[in-house]
């Protein structure tokens, strides 16, 4: 029997691999077959991905990101050692969270520079037929779920989440020529170290409102992996340009 969702012989580009939700990408998508290469700018959590990876061509590169005139060598040499791309995980991101009269221009720039504008560069490299497997490629960008409903105090984070998924509209129509398939995944809360960390600087009575506000509960990295096997597996070969609420309930209020 075929499974649709099988990532067998496919390499898939991971950025933001380190932790969190791009580490359980990686994870899952070795599991589920595929090679992964792995992007992150932090070697040791890099090197703790790496060994939790199913066997595999696994490639791993401390890079990061914004330096942007370095990117193709690192896909140059990815695709050298284990062939053309057929995926690539956008799960990269940083979050600040400040008033508008707070906000300065560095701080939407630093936003901008990782959250958008490195998953746009990549795409752009991986996307060259150099690089990319022909007529069946999947590029999946995690967004917000506050890319689309927005949040007090979150403007900079929210707009650069939502330019990601506006910008993936545009790239999944000009990309549908050479077949290849751009998708993003917007989750709510998910339960990270990331997310522990901000829950720790918060009082109980404001984690209890925030966790009221998910019906199903706050979700877990393996909600957005799972997501992410299915955009970048067969099963959805005819998906393209679509944002992909992962919320538990969050935006149905």
């Not at 496919?10 to 090679?35: D, E, H, P, V």
């Not at 900079?156 to 398939?181: H, Q």
């Amino acid at each position: 029997m075929i499974n649709p969702f099988s990532l067998a012989n496919k390499n898939i580009l991971i950025t933001g691999a380190s932790s969190g939700i791009g580490r359980k990408c990686a994870i899952s998508c070795s599991q589920m077959g595929a090679n992964v290469i792995l992007i992150d700018k932090d070697k040791e959590g890099l090197k703790q991905t790496f060994s939790k990876l199913e066997s595999g061509d696994h490639l791993s590169y401390s890079q990061n990101l914004t330096d942007y005139p370095d990117l193709e060598s690192v896909i140059k040499s990815a695709v050298s050692k284990t062939g053309k791309i057929s995926g690539f995980i956008h799960s990269a991101g940083i979050e600040i969270t400040l008033p508008l009269k707070l906000m300065s221009h560095e701080h939407y720039e630093k936003l901008y520079a990782i959250n958008t504008i490195s998953a746009f560069e990549i795409s752009k490299i991986v996307s060259s037929k150099k690089y990319v497997v022909n007529n069946d490629a999947s590029f999946v960008f995690i967004a917000s779920i506050r890319g689309v409903v927005g949040e007090s105090g979150a403007i900079g984070y929210c707009s650069s989440k939502g330019a990601l998924i506006s910008g993936m509209k545009a790239m999944a129509l000009e990309l549908s020529s050479k077949n290849i398939r751009v998708n993003c995944i917007s989750p709510a809360i998910i339960k990270t170290e990331m997310t522990k960390q901000l829950f720790e600087q918060i009082s109980e009575e404001s984690r209890i409102k925030i966790l009221s506000m998910h019906p199903m509960g706050f979700g877990e990295p393996e909600d957005v992996a799972n997501a992410s096997i299915f955009l970048l597996s067969n099963a959805s070969k005819w998906i393209t340009g679509t944002n992909l609420v992962v919320d538990g309930g969050y935006s149905a209020r």
